[in-house]
């Protein structure tokens, strides 16, 4: 036909100058394109997951920040409360030690004017202590039996003898019943010590008109000392003397006293007495 081109057998055929593609080739591109969108959507809904976990994961980190923020923020509070204190306990401390200081030195001076208290006592102890020895050490008497008159005192058994006449009774001396300025008790006939001390004590007696002889003893406590005696009077000898002494340490409350067994004669001229003073104290 005329206007129209032949091809050859086996030759290519001219696209361009083919008409509209096949529908099956159609198909199978939407086909591709649907797939294609698919596994974008797939991709996207991935990723829309890993950016709301990503997004909670900030969220939680900036909520912890908050909290430690917060914490911080306390912490320094705290600091700053704790640093306050410690400037005011310093301030008390220094304080305190200024007071101890005071009271320290104040300490010192009261031990100080202690001492010299406490010396001075003893000061004026050792001059009480010596007055007092002084005054202690003044002990002495001496008596005789009768104080008038003469003749024999007599016992069958020892008693104690009571000398009337007194010729010197110095020291102190007290009973429970009696008090005087004295170291030898008339009413009793006793000594009584006053003090710890040694002591010297003698005794002497007289013999006449007797038929029963004499023994005196010089007593301690009524504890037996020593001791004179002499058979009875006889004409040939119608006169005797009898004597005896002794040096004692007595305590303080020791008694003293010279006992009789038969008969003692005294007289105006005091022939039968009693002695004793102190030789000093212990």
């Given at each position: ?60 980190l900036e909520m912890a920040n908050a909290g430690t923020l917060n914490l911080v923020a306390a912490m320094e509070a705290r600091m ?149 005696g002499d058979r009875r009077t006889t004409a040939e000898d119608p006169e005797d003397n009898v004597a005896n002494g002794v040096v ?35």
């Open positions: 036909l005329k206007g129209t081109t032949q091809t050859s057998p086996g030759a290519e055929p001219d696209v361009g100058e083919q008409g509209p593609l096949p529908l099956q080739d159609i198909w199978d591109e939407l086909r591709e394109l649907r797939d294609t969108v698919v596994e974008q959507k797939v991709e996207l809904r991935y990723l829309t997951e890993r950016v709301t976990a990503a997004e909670s994961v900030v969220e939680a700053t409360a704790a640093e306050s204190l410690a400037e005011e306990l310093q301030t008390v401390n220094d304080v305190a030690q200024e007071k101890l200081s005071t009271l320290q030195q104040r300490l010192t001076a009261d031990e100080t004017h202690l001492e010299e208290l406490e010396q001075h006592q003893e000061g004026k102890g050792s001059i009480k202590e010596e007055a007092a020895n002084a005054v202690l050490g003044k002990v002495a008497f001496s008596a005789s039996l009768l104080e008038s008159g003469e003749g024999n005192t007599g016992s069958d058994v020892f008693v104690p003898l009571v000398y009337r006449n007194v010729f010197t009774n110095i020291g102190n001396h007290s009973t429970p019943n009696h008090s005087c300025d004295c170291s030898f008790l008339l009413v009793l006939g006793y000594f009584t010590a006053a003090v710890r001390a040694l002591y010297y004590f003698s005794f002497t007696g007289h013999v006449a008109h007797t038929e029963s002889g004499t023994l005196m003893r010089l007593v301690k406590n009524e504890d037996f000392i020593v001791a004179s004692l340490q007595l305590e303080v409350g020791d008694v003293v006293s010279v006992q009789l067994s038969g008969e003692i004669w005294d007289d105006q001229y005091h022939r039968t007495t009693f002695n004793g003073f102190l030789l000093f104290p212990l």
